[in-house]
């Protein structure tokens, strides 16, 4: 690796390692630039690319910087519908803007077996309605 030739390494590769010692030279004053690295490596690396270096870091780190780290990451979800401010359908919408697909699926399944047989037809009638235009 020694002397390795700059001009054999994909343009690719080449970005992704300027944006990287940007954002190690740069994180003291501007952690931004962390968010920067990220849009870099999903449009220059694969996914098989970005899961084998985010398995090499993870295993630079102790188990617990690695649940902090991932912590950090994966979405935290919307928990819990709150009482409306203005009307259910206001704040039902505001609230799937910000769930998770698995809480989505669970409050809208369990909702639906909740609802009186007419309701439930109703429903549907109007979601395959809406599939059909």
């Not at 694969?46 to 102790?62: D, F, H, I, Q």
């Not at 698995?102 to 439930?120: G, T, V």
């Amino acid at each position: 690796m020694k002397n390795f030739p700059l001009e054999l390494v994909p343009e690719n590769y080449q970005r992704v390692a300027k944006m990287l010692v940007c954002a190690l030279q740069l994180t003291e004053t501007d952690v931004s630039v962390w968010h920067g690295l990220t849009k870099v490596l999903s449009a220059r690396l694969s996914p098989k690319e970005r899961g084998a270096l985010a398995w090499a870091v993870l295993r630079a780190l102790t188990p617990e910087q690695i649940i902090a780290t991932v912590e950090v990451v994966l979405p935290q979800g919307a928990g819990q519908p709150v009482p409306p401010l203005f009307n259910y359908m206001d704040q039902a919408a505001f609230w799937a803007d910000m769930a998770a697909p698995d809480e989505l699926e669970a409050y809208c399944f369990n909702s639906f077996n909740r609802m009186p047989a007419k309701r439930q037809a109703a429903f549907l009638d109007f979601v395959q309605g809406r599939a059909a235009a």
